[in-house]
Nanobody, 123 residues
Framework: QVKLVESGGGFVQPGGSLRLSCAVS????????VGWFRQVPGKERESVSC????????YYTESVKGRFTLSRDDAQRMVYLEMNSLKAEDTAVYYC????????????????WGQGTQVNVSS
């Protein structure tokens, strides 16, 4: 089992930036992926970005390409989501997810989730 704790959410104006952090603890498999999802009330949780160890690639949903960057600090067991040029439609609760061998856009694939961190983009 993997424990995930997100932080870094908050209020920001449109065009601003935030960096979300996800602290990872517990045992991970040789093949593993870490993903960021987001959810707004009344809507399904959607995939934002994901990194997988099998090929070292990072994937992004179309709406955040060029604005968001997923990075990792393996020594500290941290995963980050740098969010730039934020828009009102980025407002959501952001979740870190893991315990899956390969990236997936689908929520049920991930075995472990963090508690989420709220991001509000508003003027």
């Amino acid at each position: 089992q993997v424990k995930l704790v997100e932080s870094g959410g908050g209020f920001v104006q449109p065009g601003g930036s935030l960096r979300l952090s996800c602290a990872v603890s517990g045992t991970t498999s040789d093949l593993y992926a870490v993903g960021w999802f987001r959810q707004v009330p009344g809507k399904e949780r959607e995939s934002v970005s994901c990194w997988e160890s099998s090929n070292g690639k990072t994937y992004y949903t179309e709406s955040v390409k060029g604005r968001f960057t997923l990075s990792r600090d393996d020594a500290q067991r941290m995963v980050y989501l740098e969010m730039n040029s934020l828009k009102a439609e980025d407002t959501a609760v952001y979740y870190c997810a893991a315990n899956i061998p390969y990236c997936s856009r689908y929520v049920p694939g991930y075995g472990d989730w963090g508690q989420g961190t709220q991001v509000n983009v508003s003027s």
